[in-house]
Structure formats: structure tokens, C-alpha cells
């Protein structure tokens, strides 16, 4: 079969019309830096066509770690946050980073853990007497160690216990420095205790052998925030776009849209804007 | 084994339901990778080629340099390119982070290297071999290199299938500079990478036995089509 | 162009003399063969006479066009085609010495026919014959009608019924008014094409006569003993 210039010259076309360069389509659309574990938690699958309904935005999302959604804003790379780390998201305000904050919903964290439960601690209601189990039995921990608002929580309650748990870095205390998911997967597969948000466990496929052992203590509860750019700071964010998703978020219709969201008729987010 | 086995049967679903989802992912991780490689390689094979054929001073760390960039890693490439393309960075006006264009650019950056370093090796040892037939022809250093380059076209062929190789299968650079967002720059790699975070291995795996067999398909049809120009040819 | 002055030419190599203080003179009219043991530096000289290198001391000047280039060729020992075919392989060389499209198709054609490769003339250069491929390379050169024509050892690796036709071939380029400037170590060949001979030894011309008093009367000890077919020890 003859390969001759014509037929190298069809290749050449085909692979060119096949890597068309995707159309820049006319569709508005804001940018929101959020985290992971509300990426994961299919939230945003949920109540983010409910939003383009009715305004006909679409809401593209990157999902990443707290801190470096933060980070994001302040680059002005992005036109809204939505991160769960209440300290650090008043700070920026303050800084002039952020404005028109508003409380969005909360969730709360669970700790998951072997079903063999080394440190005894499946049933207990103290968050705080559970951690002080677990160090002093030196059982596997997991943490994220990647600056996220999940990480942030984790390691105020172990101040809260007055427990450094750097001590037993490397030895039961193993920072996996990644995302919820991925901190999940290695509790699962060292059969370790890890702190994760009941919006992760809930539809996170690989168990193996682990379960949730302490949950409903009040200090485990994990405060959601949106917030938009400041547009003195970062003149090409999309000043309307953004606060009409930051409004809608907190309206009484978005508030519904996060509370109709559930996994296995369990409900995840609790709105509380403006509470 | 249980899981490679869920992983091969969820593949199979997938492919067979034609899911909407995944044809918007394959074909997204095809057209980022293939404008790449065909960018990389209108800059690439010409740099290659002049390397080959051209004598100049610096000649020698031009192509220790370029050999040791085919192995930037794509996370650090990914790194630069956001740095340049945030607001914040010198590109920023553009506004083309997080669109393909993004991950087009930063993956044009990672192949490059390959098309030209590799490409300079085949056009070297070529030229040896024509130099003195060409020169006697009367053709310049220009002519020579564009003659060489249609002459070693098979070897390109190939050249360039492992520098889309390398696109298609890197998932550093675009999920930095794309931000993996849901139907706008979730290629394969970066929807692998956030199933198996999500804990969903088999889905995770049944995208990657799609991945490969993809890559392994293309790279069989080069191979024949290779083989039968060098028959046809000599 | 002609003649080709040489005077007082060396080419030297990491100290070694290739070629040593040569002054010659290579005018119109009688084919020059230049003949001589291994080593004795005639494919330097040829390659010193046609251009593709410099001398590293002494000159060498076409008493004619200040760039003559254009109006010679070489034909070499193992013959460099291109990945296209026969006929393509001629035009190239037509193309590049300014012949319009019309006139490289038709002059090619004609070569081709005269060289008696017509049959194939659309086929792959590469997998034609060794034969062939030499008979091509003749034909290439011929069609640039050239003024001088040099050949480096043409018929060293192809069998007695190829070298037949590649002397015919060399005699119709000589007929049509082009002169012939080539090398070779067969005493038979020299004998069969040659009008005048240039013996080389060691990188000096040793001995420059007409053919037959060459091989009747050599005046050097070297020819003499080449002649006899015996290897000159050192």
C-alpha cells in the first residue's frame, strides 16, 4: 500500500481538525476555589445546576486544600471562595483580601477508625478523652498534615487535649500531607484512626475495615464560609457574577438546595446563614 | 486482583453505555494532547533539525541541555506555567487559566524537549550519511535540513507518538494550570486521580485501562503504518 | 571553469599529510584518472578538487567563474539517495541548480531513459539495485550537465555486469563534452577509460603521464611496481 505525500498530508489534517482548539464559548461563568472534601462530597454536583437554572451562570469549581484555595483568592486568581477555615477566612478580611463574608452551613467531623479498635475509644462522645486514648496507646493515626480546614480542626483538638502529637511523628502519628480522600485511603490501608468530615466518609468507597467511633462532640463541628474577592485588590474579578451566587448561597432557596442534599437519605450540610 | 477484575468490568460498562461523561473526558485528554504535540513539534522538529545539521559555538551544551529538559517534571512545569498565567503573574490579563488552553500551553512545554532532542539525534546520524552528496548537490544548510527532515519522516512519525505519549499520560502539569473542573478541563489523568481519592478504585482504574488502551492503540497503528513505509521506502 | 589549478595543495590531519604540497593542473579534453594504492590520498584530492574540502595550506582556483560550482558534480563510491523515487532523486538535484519545475521533469525523464533506469523511474530509490542506485547517481549528475564530472572509486562495489554499464554510461557523459576527473585502484578500468593518468603515492603525485606511456614507460619506481601489481612495503 502506497503511503505517498497525499496520504501523509490526510494524516497530518485529520490529527489537526481532531485537536481543534475547544471553542471559547460565550457561556458566563465565575470561578469558586473550594476544597476537596466539598468537591468529594458531591455538594456541588447538587446545588450548582439549581443555580445555573435560574441565572443561567455556570459555577466552575477548583477544588483543592484550604489553604491553597486562600491562596487562590489572593492571587485573585478566582472570583469566590468557599472554604470551611473560619479563623483564617476572617483574618483575610481583615487583611482586605475577601469581602462580603458571609457564614454559609456547617457539617461536622467524625473519627473513623479500625473495627478492631486498638484504643478502645468506638462509643465515646469526648472527642478530646478519645485523642488522649489513642496517643497514649500509640495507635496508627492518620492526618492530613496539607494546612486544609479539615487538618486545621484536627490540630486544634489536639491542642485541646494539651497532646503534641508531633512526638509520635513517623512512629503511630503518619502525616500523609494529601487530600481527605487520598488520607482515607492510607487509614485504610495501615488500619489507622483519622479525623475526616462526615461528607467524605459518607461516600468514600474504600472502607476496608474501618468505621466511624466518636462522633456528635460539638467541638467537631466544621463551619462553612463564602466569601467574594475584593475587587479593589483584583479589578478583573467578576464583581456581579460572584455576589449574585455569594447571595443566592445564602438565600433562602440555596439554603434549601444545601439541605435537600443527602447521601443514602442521610443529610450532610446544615445551613445556618445569617443564624 | 478482586479490584482489577471491578476495575476491568466498570471499563467495560462504561464503554459499552457510551457514557456521555467519559466521551467528554477522552475526548477533551485527546484534543489538549494532540494540539500539544502538534505545536511541540512545528517548534521542535525544525530546532532539532538545526542542531543537527548547523555548527555553532555552544552547540554541544545546546544539546546536554535540551536532552536533560525531556525530563522536566510535568509538576514543575505545571508550577511555572500558573505562575505566569495567575493574575498575580505576567500573563495574567489573558484570563487563560483553568481553560484547555492552559493545559495545551503547558504540556507544549513538557514535549518540546523530546521532539527536538530526539529529533536532533535522527537528523545527526542522517546528515552524517548525506552530508557530502548533499553539499556536492549544492544544497544550503536550510535546503539540507528540510530535506532531511521529509527524508527521516518515519523516525519523526515516531518521535512525535512519544511525545503525545508523554502528554496524554502526565497529570501534574494539568491539574495544576486546568484545576480539574467538571466539564471544562477534567482530562483522564486528572479524573483518575480524583476518583482514587474519592476512594472509587475500580472506577479510577477502568478510566486507566481506557487511558492505555488508547495510547496503546495509537501507538500500534504507527507502528504499522512504520513498518509499511519501510517497506515501501527502504 | 577549467582548468583547475592546484598549487602547492596540502591537507593535513592531526600532523599527518593526507595530501603533500600537490601542483597539478587539470584542464579540458582527456578523461584523468587518478590512480594509486590504498592510502595514497585520491579520494582527498577528489574531494580537495571538487569543494566539499578546504586546504589546510596552498591554493586551488577554477581559472573561470569565481563560483563554479554549479557546473560540476561527484558521483561516490556508495551512492546517497533519497526517500523518494528515481526520478524524484534527479529532480532534486535539478531543482536546487535553478531548473524550472518543466524543465527538471523533462531533463530527468531523459537522463533516465538514457541511463536506461526509464522502467523504474517512479519506484523507490532506496530499494532499487546497487546497481541501480549507482546507475541513478550517474544519471543525477548527468542531468546537471555539468562541465567536469568526478567519480570517487563509482564501480568499487558492484559486480562486472554493473561496472559494464556504469563505463559505458561514463563514456557517453564524456562524449556528450563533459570531462571526467576519477579514481580508482583497478588497473584494468584505468587502462579501459583513462586518456591520461595521475599516480599518487603517499599524498604526493608521484608520476602524471599520458595513458599509454604510463603502463609502457613509468618513469617512477612506484608505478613501475604498481603497474607489476606488487604492494609497495614501508
Same mark, same amino acid.
Given at each position: 500500500?502506497?503511503?505517498?505525500?497525499?496520504?501523509?498530508?490526510?494524516?497530518?489534517?485529520?490529527?489537526?481538525?481532531?485537536?481543534?482548539?475547544?471553542?471559547?464559548?460565550?457561556?458566563?461563568?465565575?470561578?469558586?476555589?473550594?476544597?476537596?472534601?466539598?468537591?468529594?462530597?458531591?455538594?456541588?454536583?447538587?446545588?450548582?445546576?439549581?443555580?445555573?437554572?435560574?441565572?443561567?451562570?455556570?459555577?466552575?469549581?477548583?477544588?483543592?486544600?484550604?489553604?491553597?484555595?486562600?491562596?487562590?483568592?489572593?492571587?485573585?486568581?478566582?472570583?469566590?471562595?468557599?472554604?470551611?477555615?473560619?479563623?483564617?477566612?476572617?483574618?483575610?478580611?481583615?487583611?482586605?483580601?475577601?469581602?462580603?463574608?458571609?457564614?454559609?452551613?456547617?457539617?461536622?467531623?467524625?473519627?473513623?477508625?479500625?473495627?478492631?479498635?486498638?484504643?478502645?475509644?468506638?462509643?465515646?462522645?469526648?472527642?478530646?478523652?478519645?485523642?488522649?486514648?489513642?496517643?497514649?496507646?500509640?495507635?496508627?493515626?492518620?492526618?492530613?498534615?496539607?494546612?486544609?480546614?479539615?487538618?486545621?480542626?484536627?490540630?486544634?483538638?489536639?491542642?485541646?487535649?494539651?497532646?503534641?502529637?508531633?512526638?509520635?511523628?513517623?512512629?503511630?502519628?503518619?502525616?500523609?500531607?494529601?487530600?481527605?480522600?487520598?488520607?482515607?485511603?492510607?487509614?485504610?490501608?495501615? +488500619?489507622?484512626?483519622?479525623?475526616?468530615?462526615?461528607?467524605?466518609?459518607?461516600?468514600?468507597?474504600?472502607?476496608?475495615?474501618?468505621?466511624?467511633?466518636?462522633?456528635?462532640?460539638?467541638?467537631?463541628? +466544621?463551619?462553612?464560609?463564602?466569601?467574594?474577592?475584593?475587587?479593589?485588590?483584583?479589578?478583573?474579578?467578576?464583581?456581579?457574577?460572584?455576589?449574585?451566587?455569594?447571595?443566592?448561597?445564602?438565600?433562602?432557596?440555596?439554603?434549601?438546595?444545601?439541605?435537600?442534599?443527602?447521601?443514602?437519605?442521610?443529610?450532610?450540610?446544615?445551613?445556618?446563614?445569617?443564624? | 486482583?478482586?479490584?482489577?477484575?471491578?476495575?476491568?468490568?466498570?471499563?467495560?460498562?462504561?464503554?459499552?453505555?457510551?457514557?456521555?461523561?467519559?466521551?467528554?473526558?477522552?475526548?477533551?485528554?485527546?484534543?489538549?494532547?494532540?494540539?500539544?504535540? @502538534?505545536?511541540?513539534?512545528? @517548534?521542535?522538529?525544525?530546532?532539532?533539525?538545526?542542531?543537527?545539521?548547523?555548527?555553532?559555538?555552544?552547540?554541544?551544551?545546546? @544539546?546536554?541541555?535540551?536532552?536533560?529538559?525531556?525530563?522536566?517534571?510535568?509538576?514543575?512545569?505545571?508550577?511555572?506555567?500558573?505562575?505566569?498565567?495567575?493574575?498575580?503573574?505576567?500573563?495574567?490579563?489573558?484570563?487563560?487559566?483553568?481553560?484547555?488552553?492552559?493545559?495545551?500551553?503547558?504540556?507544549?512545554?513538557?514535549?518540546?524537549?523530546?521532539?527536538?532532542?530526539?529529533?536532533?539525534?535522527?537528523?545527526?546520524?542522517?546528515?552524517?550519511?548525506?552530508?557530502?552528496?548533499?553539499?556536492?548537490?549544492?544544497?544550503?544548510?536550510?535546503?539540507?535540513?528540510?530535506?532531511?527532515?521529509?527524508?527521516?519522516?518515519?523516525?519523526?512519525?515516531?518521535?512525535?507518538?512519544?511525545?503525545?505519549?508523554?502528554?496524554?499520560?502526565?497529570?501534574?502539569?494539568?491539574?495544576?494550570?486546568?484545576?480539574?473542573?467538571?466539564?471544562?478541563?477534567?482530562?483522564?489523568?486528572?479524573?483518575?486521580?480524583?476518583?482514587?481519592?474519592?476512594?472509587?478504585?475500580?472506577?479510577?482504574?477502568?478510566?486507566?485501562?481506557?487511558?492505555?488502551?488508547?495510547?496503546?492503540?495509537?501507538?500500534?497503528?504507527?507502528?504499522?503504518?512504520?513498518?509499511?513505509?519501510?517497506?515501501?521506502?527502504? | 571553469?577549467?582548468?583547475?589549478?592546484?598549487?602547492?595543495?596540502?591537507?593535513?590531519?592531526?600532523?599527518?599529510?593526507?595530501?603533500?604540497?600537490?601542483?597539478?593542473?587539470?584542464?579540458?579534453?582527456?578523461?584523468?584518472?587518478?590512480?594509486?594504492?590504498?592510502?595514497?590520498?585520491?579520494?582527498?584530492?577528489?574531494? #580537495?578538487?571538487? /569543494?566539499?574540502?578546504?586546504?589546510?595550506? /596552498?591554493?586551488?582556483?577554477?581559472?573561470?567563474?569565481?563560483? /563554479?560550482?554549479?557546473?560540476?558534480?561527484?558521483?561516490?563510491?556508495?551512492?546517497?539517495?533519497?526517500?523518494?523515487?528515481?526520478?524524484?532523486?534527479?529532480?532534486?538535484?535539478?531543482?536546487?541548480?535553478?531548473?524550472?519545475?518543466?524543465?527538471?521533469?523533462?531533463?530527468?525523464?531523459?537522463?533516465?531513459?538514457?541511463?536506461?533506469?526509464?522502467?523504474?523511474?517512479?519506484?523507490?530509490?532506496?530499494?532499487?539495485?546497487?546497481?541501480?542506485?549507482?546507475?541513478?547517481? #550517474?544519471?543525477?549528475?548527468?542531468?546537471?550537465?555539468?562541465?567536469?564530472?568526478?567519480?570517487?572509486?563509482?564501480?568499487?562495489?558492484?559486480?562486472?555486469?554493473?561496472?559494464?554499464?556504469?563505463?559505458?554510461?561514463?563514456?557517453?557523459?564524456?562524449?556528450?563534452?563533459?570531462?571526467?576527473?576519477?579514481?580508482?585502484?583497478?588497473?584494468?578500468?584505468?587502462?579501459?577509460?583513462?586518456?591520461?593518468?595521475?599516480?599518487?603515492?603517499?599524498?604526493?603525485?608521484?608520476?602524471?603521464?599520458?595513458? /599509454?606511456?604510463?603502463?609502457?614507460?613509468?618513469?617512477?619506481?612506484?608505478?613501475?611496481?604498481?603497474?607489476?601489481?606488487?604492494?609497495?612495503?614501508?
Amino acid at each position: 500500500m502506497a503511503l505517498n505525500r497525499g496520504a501523509w498530508t490526510g494524516m497530518v489534517l485529520a490529527s489537526t481538525l481532531l485537536a481543534a482548539p475547544v471553542p471559547v464559548s460565550a457561556q458566563k461563568f465565575i470561578t469558586v476555589s473550594s476544597t476537596t472534601s466539598t468537591e468529594n462530597s458531591g455538594l456541588f454536583k447538587h446545588i450548582l445546576p439549581i443555580f445555573k437554572d435560574k441565572t443561567g451562570t455556570e459555577v466552575r469549581v477548583v477544588a483543592q486544600g484550604t489553604g491553597q484555595a486562600l491562596d487562590m483568592g489572593r492571587r485573585g486568581d478566582c472570583d469566590v471562595v468557599f472554604v470551611h477555615n473560619r479563623n483564617a477566612e476572617l483574618k483575610m478580611v481583615k487583611e482586605g483580601w475577601f469581602v462580603n463574608r458571609h457564614d454559609v452551613m456547617y457539617n461536622d467531623f467524625v473519627i473513623v477508625g479500625p473495627k478492631s479498635d486498638p484504643a478502645r475509644v468506638a462509643g465515646m462522645k469526648d472527642v478530646v478523652a478519645a485523642l488522649t486514648k489513642i496517643s497514649e496507646a500509640k495507635a496508627p493515626f492518620a492526618s492530613r498534615g496539607d494546612r486544609s480546614g479539615t487538618h486545621s480542626a484536627e490540630l486544634r483538638l489536639w491542642k485541646a487535649a494539651k497532646i503534641d502529637p508531633a512526638r509520635g511523628k513517623g512512629q503511630w502519628y503518619r502525616e500523609t500531607g494529601s487530600g481527605m480522600g487520598a488520607t482515607l485511603n492510607t487509614a485504610a490501608g495501615m +488500619n489507622a484512626y483519622a479525623l475526616t468530615d462526615r461528607g467524605t466518609w459518607l461516600s468514600f468507597k474504600n472502607r476496608a475495615d474501618l468505621t466511624i467511633v466518636v462522633e456528635g462532640d460539638k467541638r467537631m463541628f +466544621n463551619q462553612y464560609g463564602i466569601m467574594l474577592v475584593n475587587p479593589e485588590k483584583h479589578p478583573s474579578v467578576k464583581k456581579d457574577l460572584g455576589m449574585a451566587f455569594v447571595n443566592w448561597v445564602v438565600s433562602a432557596d440555596g439554603q434549601k438546595a444545601v439541605a435537600d442534599y443527602k447521601i443514602g437519605g442521610e443529610q450532610l450540610f446544615f445551613p445556618n446563614a445569617g443564624k | 486482583m478482586n479490584e482489577i477484575l471491578l476495575a476491568v468490568t466498570e471499563a467495560g460498562r462504561m464503554i459499552a453505555r457510551l457514557d456521555g461523561a467519559l466521551s467528554e473526558i477522552v475526548l477533551l485528554s485527546l484534543r489538549v494532547s494532540l494540539t500539544a504535540v @502538534i505545536l511541540a513539534s512545528a @517548534i521542535g522538529l525544525p530546532l532539532g533539525a538545526a542542531v543537527g545539521v548547523g555548527r555553532f559555538p555552544g552547540r554541544q551544551a545546546l @544539546i546536554v541541555a535540551l536532552n536533560a529538559l525531556m525530563g522536566l517534571p510535568p509538576v514543575v512545569v505545571g508550577l511555572l506555567v500558573y505562575l505566569m498565567l495567575s493574575r498575580a503573574g505576567p500573563l495574567g490579563q489573558f484570563g487563560i487559566l483553568f481553560t484547555p488552553s492552559a493545559m495545551v500551553i503547558a504540556q507544549t512545554i513538557l514535549i518540546v524537549p523530546i521532539v527536538a532532542a530526539l529529533s536532533r539525534q535522527v537528523i545527526e546520524d542522517a546528515w552524517q550519511e548525506y552530508r557530502e552528496q548533499l553539499r556536492s548537490l549544492g544544497a544550503s544548510q536550510l535546503t539540507s535540513a528540510l530535506t532531511l527532515l521529509w527524508d527521516t519522516r518515519i523516525s519523526l512519525v515516531t518521535i512525535i507518538l512519544a511525545g503525545f505519549g508523554r502528554a496524554a499520560a502526565e497529570v501534574g502539569a494539568v491539574m495544576i494550570v486546568g484545576g480539574n473542573i467538571d466539564g471544562v478541563t477534567r482530562v483522564m489523568t486528572t479524573a483518575i486521580a480524583l476518583e482514587t481519592s474519592k476512594g472509587d478504585l475500580p472506577l479510577a482504574l477502568g478510566l486507566g485501562i481506557i487511558l492505555i488502551s488508547l495510547v496503546l492503540a495509537l501507538n500500534a497503528g504507527a507502528y504499522w503504518v512504520k513498518e509499511a513505509a519501510q517497506r515501501r521506502y527502504g | 571553469m577549467l582548468p583547475l589549478v592546484l598549487d602547492s595543495v596540502s591537507f593535513v590531519v592531526n600532523g599527518k599529510a593526507l595530501i603533500d604540497r600537490i601542483s597539478t593542473e587539470i584542464g579540458e579534453g582527456p578523461r584523468t584518472v587518478i590512480l594509486g594504492p590504498n592510502g595514497a590520498g585520491k579520494s582527498v584530492l577528489m574531494r #580537495l578538487c571538487h /569543494g566539499l574540502l578546504a586546504p589546510t595550506s /596552498g591554493s586551488i582556483a577554477w581559472r573561470g567563474a569565481a563560483n /563554479g560550482r554549479r557546473r560540476q558534480a561527484m558521483v561516490f563510491q556508495r551512492p546517497v539517495m533519497l526517500r523518494r523515487s528515481a526520478l524524484a532523486n534527479v529532480a532534486y538535484g535539478l531543482k536546487l541548480a535553478g531548473f524550472t519545475p518543466r524543465e527538471c521533469g523533462l531533463r530527468a525523464h531523459d537522463v533516465l531513459d538514457a541511463v536506461g533506469l526509464a522502467p523504474v523511474a517512479g519506484r523507490p530509490a532506496r530499494v532499487l539495485s546497487g546497481g541501480e542506485q549507482q546507475k541513478l547517481a #550517474l544519471a543525477r549528475a548527468w542531468a546537471l550537465g555539468p562541465e567536469v564530472l568526478f567519480l570517487d572509486e563509482p564501480t568499487a562495489n558492484l559486480d562486472p555486469g554493473a561496472t559494464r554499464e556504469v563505463e559505458s554510461i561514463i563514456g557517453q557523459i564524456h562524449a556528450g563534452g563533459t570531462k571526467i576527473v576519477m579514481t580508482t585502484h583497478n588497473l584494468g578500468q584505468a587502462r579501459r577509460l583513462g586518456d591520461e593518468i595521475l599516480f599518487l603515492g603517499q599524498g604526493q603525485l608521484v608520476e602524471r603521464a599520458p595513458i /599509454g606511456q604510463f603502463f609502457q614507460q613509468p618513469a617512477s619506481a612506484e608505478a613501475a611496481a604498481f603497474i607489476k601489481g606488487e604492494l609497495p612495503w614501508h
